[in-house]
């Protein structure tokens, strides 16, 4: 289940940066991870968060806006870091209370230490970052060779989110005009005590090229798929229409059932509640209960789309096959896969819709009625 942020909590992601030491033809941000963006993963890390202000280069602003306008506010940054995390405070207004911020370079930031941030301050830290301690010996350098060594105690690897209260850090920022290795080292010069909080080692920041195969490494590591399996028979009766995959197609016979009988739709939601081991339609929707007499199959597969979404999975695609002699579905297939397009809100290039017929063998050969079967895949975001 998304994280969900306390009210007043809002989130800042920055990536105005260039990132040329990551090498490539794009800013680091922009390149490609597990077929997304990197920083596609570090917002989706902060979709539970009511406010989200993004702060992009004003060369990449058009970009941003054609792939995230309306789920984050966007903001074009500054010259330093600096800069561009008061540009996007100022954009939070008044609203906010506490503000994580976040390096849009960081896409594998997990739910477990955004969450430790958010503990810290709402039990009353000012300010709070989560920080891997060092463990390997520290060396000083010159030349290619070691000229020293240097103490380890009490140093730590700052990462982020970095959690404050909204008007502290605005004023740290409005006061201490020069940029700065990170916030925490703008709140500490205004006397602000930060929390340390947990961090991890997969936390890492994109920087070189060899960080960026690192997070393929960690992504397809941590990858969760499902596949789900639905079936589901209905049989002809009287009537002058079936409804199959949400569309209404003239026949000469009805289906049997306690809904709408729409039996591509039933295998579908099936085949979703089956990747989350969730049971079947008639565990969620008992057809002991009279309210579901007749009723619309959309609200079964909406209820297993939003499932999903609230267990962390997205729907990567969707299968259907219709299994008839009659009514023909191929006229009708892109209609269908629409339907189900705007019913699990997912686009219609992943929802595929085809028929078969039994070679007029079995019941559904004998025109007796009509069976499908779905398969969908699930992905862990």
Request: hydrophobic share 45%.
């Amino acid at each position: 289940m998304t994280l969900v942020a306390p009210p007043g909590y809002a989130a800042l992601i920055t990536a105005a940066g260039r990132g040329t030491r990551a090498g490539g033809a794009l800013p680091k941000q922009w390149q490609m991870l597990a077929g997304r963006p990197v920083l596609d993963h570090a917002l989706a890390a902060f979709a539970g968060f009511p406010r989200i202000v993004l702060v992009v280069h004003p060369d990449d602003m058009a970009w941003a806006m054609a792939r995230y306008a309306g789920p984050v506010t966007l903001v074009t940054g500054g010259r330093t870091r600096a800069a561009s995390v008061r540009a996007g405070l100022t954009a939070l207004g008044a609203e906010a209370t506490h503000v994580l911020i976040h390096d849009g370079a960081r896409p594998l930031v997990s739910e477990a230490v955004i969450q430790g941030v958010i503990d810290a301050l709402q039990a009353g830290a000012a300010a709070a970052a989560p920080a891997l301690p060092v463990s390997d010996a520290l060396w000083r350098g010159a030349g290619g060779t070691v000229t020293g060594t240097a103490p380890r105690d009490g140093l730590w690897r700052a990462q982020t989110p970095q959690g404050f209260i909204l008007a502290q850090i605005s004023m740290a920022h409005d006061r201490q005009t020069d940029d700065a290795a990170d916030d925490v080292e703008l709140a500490r010069l205004e006397g602000i005590e930060v929390a340390i909080t947990p961090g991890s080692e997969d936390n890492l920041k994109i920087t070189y090229p060899a960080d960026l195969a690192r997070a393929e490494r960690i992504r397809g590591r941590d990858m969760d798929i499902r596949l789900g399996n639905g079936y589901d028979v209905h049989a002809f009766t009287s009537g002058d229409h079936v409804t199959l995959c949400g569309v209404r197609i003239p026949h000469e016979a009805g289906l049997l059932g306690h809904s709408d009988a729409d039996v591509g739709m039933h295998a579908l939601t099936d085949a979703i509640y089956g990747a989350l081991a969730q049971g079947d339609i008639g565990r969620h929707f008992p057809p002991s209960d009279p309210q579901w007499k007749g009723a619309d199959s959309a609200i079964f597969l909406a209820h297993a789309a939003s499932l999903a979404r609230d267990k962390g999975f997205r729907i990567g695609n969707a299968d259907v096959t219709l299994i008839c002699e009659a009514p023909k579905i191929g006229p009708h297939a892109l209609a269908m896969s629409h339907r189900l397009s705007e019913i699990m809100g997912l686009e219609e290039a992943r929802i595929s819709v085809k028929a078969t017929t039994s070679e007029r063998l079995g019941f559904t050969g004998r025109r007796e009625g009509i069976a499908a079967l779905a398969t969908a895949t699930l992905i862990k975001e």
